[in-house]
């Protein structure tokens, strides 16, 4: 049976894309069952209802604080019997209560080689730190900022003239591999985690 994800997202669903791509090139043996998004505009929610897949936008400000938002999100992803949450471009900082109250693990994608850089703005981090390498993370949510166990990462160049849309660019061609990538490993059962640290099984 394909796994049944649910994708949170806010902007322009690139890697949502990606992951609908891998699955209906057979690369990726999942569903999307349902994607929510804080912003009317998103994108990522045309991409989906363009699938005829069910997409929600859910209004931050429609609700009392946080825990009561994030309990809607969820509220919105039960019906779906989802085995993973996948966060692609949601850029709200989700609170203890909604990795607690999850159904599922829930994965990211992170636009930086994690720890380094977390939160906002990583490839402009990046660029004012002036590393020579940099790149992109899967991983496992924890209660932290991008700070959940590493699944796979990937490595890009930093040019010296780069800006930050040069080098989001070729980030993202990485981004749109590893992830659809890191999802099928769990579909197979071949990501053991053991509190910390992601062991995938049959890769490097
Ligand atoms: C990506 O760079 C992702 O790593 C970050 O937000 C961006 C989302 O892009 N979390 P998209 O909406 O998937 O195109």
Redesign the pocket.
């Known amino acids: 049976m394909s796994l049944p994800i649910a994708v949170l997202?806010?902007?322009?669903?690139?890697?949502?894309?990606?992951i609908l791509d891998a699955i209906k090139a057979q690369t990726l043996d999942a569903q999307v069952m349902v994607v929510l998004s804080d912003k009317p505009d998103?994108?990522?929610l045309d991409r989906a209802r363009a699938e005829g897949i069910a997409a929600y936008y859910v209004n931050p400000k429609a609700y009392a604080d946080k825990a009561a938002y994030e309990a809607a999100l969820l509220e919105h992803i039960a019906p779906y019997d989802c085995a993973l949450i996948c966060?692609?471009?949601?850029?709200r900082i989700l609170s203890p209560y909604f990795v607690q109250h999850a159904p599922c693990r829930i994965m990211?994608?992170?636009?930086s080689l994690l720890p380094s850089f977390p939160g906002l703005h990583?490839?402009q981090q990046a660029l004012d730190y002036g590393v020579k390498y940099s790149g992109?993370t899967v991983h496992f949510v924890d209660e932290g900022v991008d700070s959940g166990a590493i699944i796979f990462q990937e490595i890009v160049d930093v040019y010296p003239d780069d800006t930050e849309d040069t080098l989001?660019e070729r980030?993202?061609i990485k981004?749109?591999q590893i992830?659809p990538k890191a999802i099928q490993m769990f579909a197979e059962g071949r990501l053991t985690f053991d509190g910390r640290r992601v062991i995938v099984k049959g890769a490097k």
Request: net charge positive.
């Open positions: 997202a806010s902007g322009r669903g690139s890697n949502l894309q990606a998103a994108k990522a966060l692609a471009g949601y850029m990211n994608i992170h636009p990583a490839h992109c989001s980030i993202l981004e749109h992830y």
